[in-house]
Structure formats: structure tokens, C-alpha cells
Nanobody
Framework: QVQLVESGGGLVQPGGSLTLSCAASGFTLESLSYGWFRRAPGKGRERVSCISSIDRSIYYKNSVKGRFTISRDNAKNTVYLQMTELQPEDTAVYYC?????????????????WGQGTQVIVSS
């Protein structure tokens, strides 16, 4: 069972930057896909990004392409989401999650472990 803890959220002005971290502990597998999700007020959960050690795939939601960058440090069992050019529409609770077996673009991928979330507020 992978334990995930997000950190790095906070309040930032439009156009600002923020980097989120997802630290994994407990029993971790090398062959995992890590996803970043967010849930904005009045909206459902949406996948923002993904990175996978299974097939080295990377995914970004279209609305964040060019602004967000996902990366991982396998030695630290940590995944990062660097966010730039933040807009009020990015305001949400951000969650990281992991799923086995399948890569980011495989429709069979299911995320089985979730963190508690970290709040990002983009406001002037």
C-alpha cells in the first residue's frame, strides 16, 4: 500500500507559479503511473497530468499544456507538478494518485492510491 502526501499548495496571484510535491512512502513499486488530479469548486475531478515508469509516458490536460510540468525523482519516491502562469481557473484541491500496470494513455489505468490533497488558490 502506497501512502501519498501532497505538499506545496498555497495562495498565488494570477500569473504566478507554484510547485507541488507528492511524496510516496510505504511499499512502492517502480512500475507505477503517477497522476495529478484536481477538483475545483463546483466541478468534478479532472486529471491534470500523469507520468509513468511503466512505459515512460507523460500526459497533460490540454488546458495546462505549456504551463505545467510533471517530473519524478525515483530515488526520493517523489513526483512534482511545476505550475506556471496560474489562472483563477486553476484554483482547486490538487491530488496525486498512483496506479499499477498501465501507462498514462492506457484506458485500463486505474488509480488505486490517493493522497489527501493540497489546496491551490489563484486569486488577486
Amino acid at each position: 500500500q502506497v501512502q501519498l502526501v501532497e505538499s506545496g499548495g498555497g495562495l498565488v496571484q494570477p500569473g504566478g507559479s507554484l510547485t507541488l510535491s507528492c511524496a510516496a512512502s510505504g511499499f512502492t513499486l517502480e512500475s507505477l503511473s503517477y497522476g495529478w488530479f484536481r477538483r475545483a469548486p463546483g466541478k468534478g475531478r479532472e486529471r491534470v497530468s500523469c507520468i509513468s515508469s511503466i512505459d515512460r509516458s507523460i500526459y497533460y490536460k490540454n488546458s495546462v499544456k505549456g504551463r505545467f510540468t510533471i517530473s519524478r525523482d525515483n530515488a526520493k519516491n517523489t513526483v512534482y507538478l511545476q505550475m506556471t502562469e496560474l489562472q483563477p481557473e486553476d484554483t482547486a484541491v490538487y491530488y496525486c494518485a498512483t496506479g499499477p500496470t498501465y501507462g498514462c494513455h492506457d484506458p485500463m489505468l486505474q488509480y488505486t492510491n490517493w493522497g489527501q490533497g493540497t489546496q491551490v488558490i489563484v486569486s488577486s
